[in-house]
């Protein structure tokens, strides 16, 4: 019973050692500041008005919005059936839009966004921002 003492001990102390040998407490470095939040532009809405699917063109009111880097465009749908804001080269997807519930995207860059409602490909429109 004492070598079996006598091992677990040495073992312990050789584990001791070699892990305790090295330790040095843990060094700090500054926390980076933090980038300024960017700045964001005005709001702007679209609103899909009833029997929006069979408006074409004309279900997003406005279909063509222009609106300066950094906007949110919020749309809201005041139909009595769902839609969709499905961007057309895959940025944004709000999935189903109930009636009387909304979406909104921000656009921190300059480009032409074309889209379309998902549930009714003919409603299509663009936001253009400068």
Not at 88 to 95: K, Q, R, V, Y
């Amino acid at each position: 019973m004492s070598s079996i003492r006598l091992a677990f001990g040495s073992a312990i102390l050789m584990f001791a050692t070699a892990c305790g040998g090295g330790y040095s407490s843990p060094t700090t470095s500054p926390s980076p500041t933090p980038s300024p939040a960017p700045t964001t532009g005005a709001s702007s809405s679209v609103t899909i008005p009833v029997g929006a699917e069979s408006l074409g063109n004309r279900a997003y009111t406005p279909d063509d919005i222009n609106v300066a880097v950094g906007a949110t465009v919020t749309w809201m749908n005041t139909d009595s059936v769902s839609h969709t804001s499905t961007s057309d080269a895959t940025e944004w997807d709000s999935g189903i839009v109930a009636p009387g519930r909304q979406f909104s995207v921000a656009f921190p860059t300059a480009g032409t966004f074309k889209y379309h409602c998902a549930i009714h490909p003919g409603m299509v429109g663009t936001v253009v921002v400068q």
